[in-house]
C-alpha cells in the first residue's frame, strides 16, 4: 500500500546550523509533497509544498528537493532558530480531480539548541 | 491561526460511550478531511468530504463515521469507544477543486480535539 518513510526520527542541532529532514514515498504516481510543522498544542501548519514537475522549491531559510526517479524528497532548514524547533512531517498525496489524501511520514522532532 | 475550528478541544469519555467531534471549515473551502494522530500510527487519514459528499475512505473504523453539512460544516460521530480510540482527532479543509488535474489547494489544519476515552 501507500507509505512514507521520514528520517531521522529526532534531529538536534545547535543555532545557526543546517537541518536535513529526508523522506522516501512508494506510490510512484504520487505528485504532490507537502512538508508540515507541528508546534505543541497545535495542527500541523503547512510550511513548503511542490508538485512533482518542479525538482527543487526555496521559501526564504526553507527549501524541498524532489528526485522522483528515487522516489524521494527532502527538506532543508539553513541558519536554524530555536523557534524551528517542532515536530516536522513529510507527506505524499495523488492530485487529481477529486482531491487526494495525504500519507504522512511518522515525523521528525527538531530541536535547535540556542 | 488556519481558519480551521474544531470543538472540543479536549473531550474525557468512557468505554462504550458515543462522542461527536465538530470542525467548521476555512472560509471558501469545500473539502474537510479527518485524520488521526496517535503516537503509535502517526497521522492516519479516516475520511474526506467535498461539498456535502463522501469522496474517499481511509483507516477509519466502522464505529466512526462523519458527514458534512450544507453549511459546509463537518461532524465526526465515534461510537462504542474503546481505550485505543484515545488520540487527537484533526480536521483539516481545502479549497474548491479548479478542474480536472489542476493542482488541489493545500490542506489546512485545524488544531485538533484530543480525546481521552477511559
Known amino acids: 500500500g501507500e507509505n512514507v518513510e521520514q528520517h531521522p526520527s529526532t534531529l538536534s542541532v545547535q543555532e545557526g546550523d543546517s537541518a536535513v529532514i529526508k523522506c522516501t514515498y512508494s506510490?510512484?504516481?504520487?505528485?504532490?509533497f507537502p512538508w508540515y510543522k507541528q508546534e505543541l498544542g497545535k495542527g500541523p501548519q503547512l510550511i513548503i509544498d511542490?508538485?512533482?514537475?518542479?525538482g527543487e522549491k526555496k521559501d526564504q531559510r526553507i527549501a524541498v528537493t524532489l528526485n522522483k526517479t528515487a522516489k524521494h524528497f527532502s527538506l532543508h532548514i539553513t541558519e536554524t532558530q530555536p523557534e524551528d524547533s517542532a515536530v516536522y512531517f513529510c507527506?505524499?498525496?495523488?492530485?487529481?480531480?477529486?482531491?487526494?489524501?495525504?500519507?504522512f511520514g511518522q515525523g521528525t522532532e527538531l530541536s535547535v539548541k540556542p | 491561526d488556519s481558519g480551521v475550528t474544531q470543538t472540543p478541544k479536549h473531550l474525557i469519555t468512557a468505554t462504550g460511550q458515543r462522542v461527536t467531534l465538530r470542525c467548521s471549515p476555512r472560509s471558501g473551502d469545500l473539502s474537510v478531511y479527518w485524520y488521526q494522530q496517535s503516537l503509535d500510527q502517526g497521522l492516519q487519514f479516516l475520511i474526506h468530504?467535498?461539498?456535502?459528499?463522501?469522496?474517499a475512505k481511509g483507516n477509519i473504523l466502522e464505529r466512526f463515521s462523519a458527514q458534512q453539512f450544507p453549511d459546509l460544516h463537518s461532524e465526526l460521530n465515534l461510537s462504542s469507544l474503546e481505550l485505543g480510540d484515545s488520540a487527537l482527532y484533526f480536521c483539516?479543509?481545502?479549497?474548491?477543486?479548479?478542474?480536472?488535474?489542476?493542482?488541489?489547494?493545500?490542506?489546512?489544519f485545524g488544531n485538533g480535539t484530543r480525546l481521552t476515552v477511559t
Open positions: 468530504y467535498y461539498n456535502g459528499e463522501e469522496r
Open positions: 507527506a505524499a498525496s495523488r492530485i487529481y480531480n477529486q482531491g487526494g489524501k495525504l500519507i
Open positions: 506510490d510512484s504516481a504520487s505528485n504532490y
Open positions: 511542490i508538485r512533482s514537475n518542479v
Open positions: 483539516a479543509s481545502s479549497g474548491p477543486w479548479q478542474g480536472r488535474d489542476v493542482y488541489n489547494s493545500p490542506l489546512h
